[in-house]
């Protein structure tokens, strides 16, 4: 079994930052794509961006400058870095582990973020 356990998430006026952090935490051997996931009240969960596993990545139009998804295999750990955040980023965060985009096998159990204008 893999587990992802999520950090980082909280409130933050318009134009600042946060890095959410996903660490996992049981090992597994198989090389998986990671992802960060959002999903807003009224709308549908959204991809964010990707990571593969030849460190390929992927993003979102509406985020592409301004977050930047990265992963420390050391201390198997992703991290979304998210900058000139807008209020329309707000929305619950989710890591995800498997098959980039559709078939992700382990969540993480997601981490709010609010921002406010």
């Known amino acids: 079994q893999v587990q992802l356990v999520q950090s980082g998430g909280g409130s933050v006026q318009a134009g600042g930052s946060l890095r959410l952090s996903c660490a996992v935490f049981?090992?597994?051997?198989?090389?998986?794509?990671m992802a960060w996931f959002r999903q807003a009240p009224g709308k549908e969960r959204e991809g964010v961006a990707t990571?593969?596993?030849?460190?390929?990545?992927t993003y979102a139009d509406s985020v592409k400058g301004r977050f930047t998804i990265s992963q420390d295999n050391a201390k198997n750990t992703l991290y979304l870095q998210m900058n000139s955040l807008k209020p329309d980023d707000t929305a619950m965060y989710y890591c995800?582990?498997?098959?980039?985009?559709?078939?992700?096998?382990?969540w993480g159990q997601g981490t709010q973020v609010t921002v406010s204008s």
């Open positions: 049981v090992y597994t051997y198989s090389s998986y794509c």
């Open positions: 995800a582990e498997g098959i980039c985009p559709s078939q992700m096998l382990w």
């Open positions: 990571i593969d596993s030849d460190g390929i990545t």
